[in-house]
Every structure is written in structure tokens, then in C-alpha cells.
């Protein structure tokens, strides 16, 4: 069975600096991963998505993730944080022959200080 | 925007009632997805129409049913119930059918069950 863990369900950083939010699947075949953005009282919003090909891959609002086979990870980054991106990050795992239904991580809530 | 509209947007009702919540996915859409999110269960898929077909059940409870009609609008009914059915449901949708298809997510339907 696939599964999704997002390592630290409260992510707190400062303006300017860094975001990395962490998720890990299991699946014992190649899995479609995707990062989701939750903002209050909203639906999810798709941010990138990884299915095939080049591993490190560009999204909106200047996050991108990186497929690592080696590690069963999809780490989500951000080189410098905005106050506009607190929000909660949802990691999500698609896999061949499930009909695209997509397996979510908990989420991980990101808090941005000035 | 991302183009998937519900309704409606609050639902408040008693126990053993039934609702019906009511999607329309993005023009050109055929893919149709239900999506539970609460504190304890987090979001969880529970069905998935293509084309007006059952394509994906997931933990989808037998109180619990959906359709998608003719112009693929597509609607969940809940039926009997229970104060732990309080939640957020989300509808989604997609182009196609397969994994690995981005899915676009509607604001969702807030549902307390008093």
C-alpha cells in the first residue's frame, strides 16, 4: 500500500529565509507526486507535480521539489519565504493503476515571521 | 479560481438527515473526484466518476453515495447522518481518468452535523 509522511506537522521560519518542508512516500512502484497549498477557509491549490523525466522539478510561486528514487522523498523548497506563503502544505502520492486517486500526507502548516 | 465550483458552500444539519452536495468541475473536465477532509481522518479520497462511470471507490462509507450525471455535474449524497460526518468535502476534477492528471480542487462544502 502507498503512503505519504510529511515530517513536522508546524514549520516555522522568518521572512527571507528558506522553506523546506519534507515528505517521504512508500510504494513499490514509481509513484506520480504532487504538492498541494492549502490557504485558510480555501480548496487546494496544485503547486507542482512530478510524473516522469527531469527529477527536480519548477512550480508556481517560486517552490520547486526534488525526486529522489534513492530516498522515497519529494522535499518541497523555497529559497526565500514570503509572509504570503502561511498556509498548509499538503504532499499527495498518485500511483499506477489506482485511477488517479491521490494518497495525501497530514500537512504541514507553514508559519512565516517577520 | 480554479474553475471547479460547489455548492453549497455551508451545510449545517441534524443527525440522521441526509444532504446532498453538488459539484461542477472545470469546462472540459471529465473526471470527477470526492474528497473528505476532517481533523482526525485528514483528507481522504472516497470516489472517483469519469465520464458519468464509477471509476475509484476509497474509504467511502455505505451511507455514503455518489453520481455524475449527463452534463458531468456530479453529486454526493450522505445519508443517516452522524456527528463525526462533520467535515470539509471537497470536490475535484480532471481532463482524463488516469494517474497522474492534475486534479483541481473546488472550495469545498463545510458540513456540520449537529
Known amino acids: 500500500a502507498q503512503s505519504v509522511t510529511q515530517l513536522g506537522s508546524h514549520v516555522s521560519v522568518s521572512e527571507g529565509a528558506l522553506v523546506l518542508l519534507r515528505c517521504n512516500y512508500s510504494s513499490s512502484v514509481p509513484p506520480y507526486l504532487f504538492w498541494y497549498v492549502q490557504y485558510p477557509n480555501q480548496g487546494l491549490q496544485l503547486l507542482l507535480k512530478?510524473?516522469?523525466?527531469?527529477?527536480l522539478v519548477k512550480g508556481i510561486n517560486g517552490f520547486e521539489a526534488e525526486f529522489k528514487k534513492s530516498e522515497t522523498s519529494f522535499h518541497l523548497t523555497k529559497p526565500s519565504a514570503h509572509m504570503s506563503d502561511a498556509a498548509e502544505y499538503f504532499c499527495a502520492v498518485s500511483l499506477t493503476g489506482t485511477a488517479s486517486k491521490l494518497t495525501f500526507g497530514t500537512g504541514t502548516r507553514l508559519q512565516v515571521t517577520l | 479560481d480554479s474553475g471547479v465550483t460547489q455548492t453549497p458552500k455551508h451545510l449545517i444539519t441534524a443527525t440522521g438527515q441526509r444532504v446532498t452536495l453538488r459539484c461542477s468541475p472545470r469546462s472540459g473536465d471529465l473526471s470527477v473526484y470526492w474528497y473528505q477532509q476532517s481533523l482526525d481522518q485528514g483528507l481522504q479520497f472516497l470516489i472517483q466518476?469519469?465520464?458519468?462511470?464509477?471509476?475509484a471507490k476509497g474509504n467511502i462509507l455505505e451511507r455514503f453515495s455518489a453520481q455524475q450525471f449527463p452534463d458531468l455535474h456530479s453529486e454526493l449524497n450522505l445519508s443517516s447522518l452522524e456527528l463525526g460526518d462533520s467535515a470539509l468535502y471537497f470536490c475535484?476534477?480532471?481532463?482524463?481518468?488516469?494517474?497522474?492528471?492534475?486534479?483541481?480542487f473546488g472550495p469545498g462544502t463545510r458540513l456540520t452535523v449537529t
Open positions: 475535484a476534477s480532471s481532463i482524463g481518468q488516469g494517474e497522474g492528471y492534475e486534479q483541481y
Open positions: 466518476y469519469y465520464n458519468g462511470e464509477e471509476r
Open positions: 512530478y510524473t516522469t523525466g527531469a527529477t
